[in-house]
Antibody, heavy 117, light 111 residues
Framework: EVQLVESGGGLVQPGRSLRLSCAAS????????MHWVRQAPGKGLEWVSG????????GYADSVKGRFTISRDNAKNSLYLQMNSLRAEDTALYYC??????????WGQGTLVTVSS | QSALTQPASVSGSPGQSITISCTGT?????????VSWYQQHPGKAPKLMIY???NRPSGVSNRFSGSKSGNTASLTISGLQAEDEADYYC???????????FGGGTKLTVL
């Protein structure tokens, strides 16, 4: 059974940093591209960042470019999102998702990030 | 980048069919066959319903179907059931500086 378990969320002050992790199991992690998708409270889904299986291709939403860094450790079956210079508008539930072709076939349950003073 | 355009809400009665549209540009929906659709119930993670425009993952009811014409993709749900009531999102690959974009979401109400 595929499992994606996010962690690392919490309450953080504006301007500070946070690192999210996603532990993957139940599939061959290094066969798949992985993504972070977020959802602000009461709002829609927003793609944040994606990384190819070998980290050779990486993309970011304009809203986080220059502040967030995605990475993965295939030996540890883990995906990461380093979030710097956090803003109130980054407050959201952050999901990691496994990508197959053009779709996100598996999702975690999310980790909540709240940016507030 | 702009989100894909979806109607805010649609509704239908049990047994009926409904269609949700997702309009983009030639740089996303119209340019690639990488449109996907997600169902999200309150408090739950999204669930993939359609990928690559019209393909259904294993386990998804054949009442759900997808199509695309030009810059607009569509999700059709036939034989509407109460459990179909949820939010639906489309997503597409994009050639812009980012690689993925979502629609704003559509709330489906089963009357």
């Amino acid at each position: 059974e595929v499992q994606l378990v996010e962690s690392g969320g919490g309450l953080v002050q504006p301007g500070r940093s946070l690192r999210l992790s996603c532990a993957a199991s139940g599939f061959t992690f290094d066969d798949y591209a992985m993504h972070w998708v977020r959802q602000a409270p009461g709002k829609g889904l927003e793609w944040v960042s994606g990384i190819s299986w070998n980290s050779g291709s990486i993309g970011y939403a304009d809203s986080v470019k220059g502040r967030f860094t995605i990475s993965r450790d295939n030996a540890k079956n883990s995906l990461y999102l380093q979030m710097n210079s956090l803003r109130a508008e980054d407050t959201a539930l952050y999901y990691c998702a496994k990508s197959v072709g053009g779709g996100y076939v598996d999702w975690g349950q999310g980790t909540l990030v709240t940016v507030s003073s | 980048q702009s989100a894909l355009t979806q109607p805010a809400s649609v509704s239908g009665s049990p047994g009926q069919s409904i269609t949700i549209s997702c309009t983009g540009t030639s740089s996303d929906v119209g340019g690639y066959n990488y449109v996907s659709w997600y169902q999200q119930h309150p408090g739950k993670a999204p669930k993939l319903m359609i990928y690559d425009v019209s393909n259904r993952p294993s386990g998804v009811s054949n009442r759900f179907s997808g199509s695309k014409s030009g810059n607009t993709a569509s999700l059709t749900i036939s034989g509407l059931q109460a459990e179909d009531e949820a939010d639906y999102y489309c997503s597409s690959y994009t050639s812009s500086s980012t690689s993925r974009v979502f629609g704003g979401g559509t709330k489906l109400t089963v009357l």
